[in-house]
């Protein structure tokens, strides 16, 4: 299945791979999405990461057709496949530079605009 780098993506699999997966990201990114409990936060990621792009939110897809959603309003970054779910969603620290170096990087090794 072919994931859109830049529009809507109907994830497959609806949030995390599996509940281990996403509270092993609650874990560790919980803390950054103060008020939302571990369902909202996966729900947040679902919608951001099968979100097309806009003026607000940024994308790509990287080599192995993962796809990359980053909100300049939020500083949220998401990525996961279609088939396989939500690997993961944070704040970086760096922002906005922290996805534009990622998806430098993701188009130099072969991924898609």
């Given at each position: 299945m072919t994931s859109s780098p830049n529009g809507v993506n109907k994830f497959l699999v609806r949030g995390f791979k599996n509940r281990q997966?996403?509270?092993?990201?609650?874990?560790?990114?919980?803390?950054?999405?103060y008020g939302l409990t571990y369902e909202e936060y996966e729900v947040a990621a679902l919608k951001l990461i099968e979100s097309a792009v806009n003026e607000e939110i940024?994308?790509?897809t990287d080599k192995d057709?993962?796809?990359?959603?980053?909100?300049?309003r939020t500083n949220d970054f998401v990525?996961?496949?279609v088939t396989k779910g939500i690997f993961t969603m944070f704040k970086p620290?760096?922002?906005?530079?922290?996805?534009?170096?990622?998806?430098?990087?993701?188009l130099k090794h072969g991924g898609r605009e």
């Open positions: 997966k996403l509270m092993n990201h609650w874990e560790e990114h919980g803390s950054q999405y940024l994308g790509h057709e993962a796809i990359v959603r980053y909100n300049k990525k996961g496949k620290n760096e922002g906005l530079n922290y996805y534009l170096a990622q998806k430098k990087e993701d």
